[in-house]
Each structure stands twice: as C-alpha cells, then as structure tokens.
C-alpha cells in the first residue's frame, strides 16, 4: 500500500469499476475485470503519462488503450487482471456497480495517502471552470457525484487542509429519464488562492487540469497588470481577448449554462 495505489485507487473510485464473471471456456474459471474509461478528446496525455504507468507496475503487463464505439468520445482499459483485481477488493473497492455508498477505506487514513486518492478522483471526475465575475475571470473547482458519504469525506479533508470548500445538494430541474435516477450532491471550491492551495497541498495530475492551472495564472497576473492604474468605473474597457483565448483553452463550459437545469441547496452535510 503506498501513494501509486492510493492514486490507482482514486481514478478507479472516478472512472474504474471491476467485476467478476464466469468464463465459458473453462467450468471453474472467471474473468477478474479491470475497467477505466476517459475522455478521448482530452485525456491521452493522462492516460499515457499516469494511468499506463500505473497499471504497469501493478500488473507487469503493457495495457493497451482502445477507443469505444464510434461516435463516443471516450478511451477505455478494459483487460483481466486476478491480481489487481483482488487486490482492489480486499481493499474495499466495490465489485459491479459502485452505487451511493462508497466511502474511503480506513487504511488510506492510517497510511496518509488520502491526498493521492483525491489527486487520482479529481483527475477523472474533478472540473475546472472559470466564472466571469463581472470583468474578470475566476477560477472554480468542482467535484459531482451520487455518493454523499464520499464527497463528505472529501470535504472535510479539504477544509481542513484551509482549502474552503463548499457542499451542495442538487436538484433537477427536470423530470427524470430514469426510475433510479439518482440525488447528486457537489462540492465547490472558489478562487484563486483556494485554486493555489488545493494545486500546493493535493495537486493535479491530469495534464490538461494542471495546464490549465498554469494558463490562468498567467491570464491572472496579465490582467492585473493591465488594468493597474485604471480606475475601477473604466476596467470593463479593458480588452485582452487574444491572450484571454489562449488561456481559456480547454477549460469546461462555465458552470452557469449547467447550473441552470438544478435547483441547488448549500448545506453542511451529515
């Protein structure tokens, strides 16, 4: 148990689930399977640089990538490993479908890896946006899931670490598609100087998270630059828009077209 299962561990509570089935071919043999799936448009670099790696190391084998059915923009690592597999479940990852009860392990606590789990959750289910707020641009963090048990703990790590994050619970605004449509709970982090500290104390590993991190930073410190001098009635002239584009490249719409499909409750979980 170390910090590269504890980053496993985290991008398979994201975007992993592993399941046991009954070979055909052999009367007493099962499939021991290991999935990831990610974005194909924008996450080859992650995969490449992290995930590969990782799965190396706890399998001895070279994992090859594919992409899904046309028309889907996703990657998937979709092999048979016992080992890993078994190693997963005796840690307590959930075989078959995750669900609303995920929690983290205690032995992440006893080992203090918990920073590498929410590094490798964030890489596969965290988003980074950026909120115009009026003239200028704000940073935003966010992670959405159906566990609320989970992102609790998550929360509480955060706050205590002095980065201030925020829980929300949220409710469509339109009528389900599905009869087990499930509640979504959120935690928010706004900010430039939480933005600084979650980036010092849990970090980015997903390429295209961090070089966003940098690309706003550099739009951050040009605008402030800009407008020093200029009186704060006449700041909304200002226009940057050549390096503005360059550095909102790759960030995630903003998160105000999406929040308009949910009603949004602030609340101090459970």
Aim: hydrophobic share 35%; with cysteine; proline share 5%.
């Amino acid at each position: 148990m170390d910090k590269d299962f504890a980053l496993l561990y985290g991008i398979m509570l994201g975007d992993g689930c592993i399941g046991k089935y009954k070979r055909k071919d052999r009367e007493n043999g099962f499939y021991y399977n290991v999935c990831i799936t990610c974005n194909a448009n924008d996450d080859w670099p992650f995969i490449n640089s992290v995930v590969l790696p990782l799965l190396k190391r706890f399998t001895g084998r070279d994992i090859k990538p594919r992409k899904a059915n046309p028309g889907k923009n996703v990657i998937q690592l979709n092999f048979s490993d016992k080992g890993l597999f078994s190693k997963l479940d005796k840690t307590g990852f959930p075989v078959g479908k995750k669900g609303t009860k995920i929690t983290i392990p205690n032995i992440f606590y006893k080992r203090k890896l918990i920073k590498y789990l929410l590094q490798g959750f964030f890489a596969t289910d965290g988003s980074f946006f950026l909120i115009k707020n009026p003239n200028k641009y704000y940073p935003r963090l966010e992670i959405q899931v159906i566990s609320k048990d989970l992102l609790k703990e998550f929360y509480i790590y955060l706050n205590n670490l002095g980065i201030k994050t925020h829980f929300y619970m949220s409710k469509s605004n339109k009528p389900k598609k599905w009869k087990n449509e499930f509640q979504r709970y959120r935690i928010q982090i706004n900010g430039k100087k939480n933005l600084i500290l979650f980036r010092n104390k849990v970090g980015f590993v997903n390429p295209k998270q961090e070089n966003k991190f940098k690309n706003f930073i550099k739009y951050d410190l040009l605008y402030n630059k800009t407008i020093k001098g200029i009186p704060a009635n006449q700041q909304k002239f200002v226009r940057i828009e050549g390096f503005l584009r360059m550095a909102l490249r790759g960030f995630e719409p903003p998160i105000t077209s999406f929040l308009k499909k949910f009603h949004e409750t602030r609340v101090l979980p459970d």
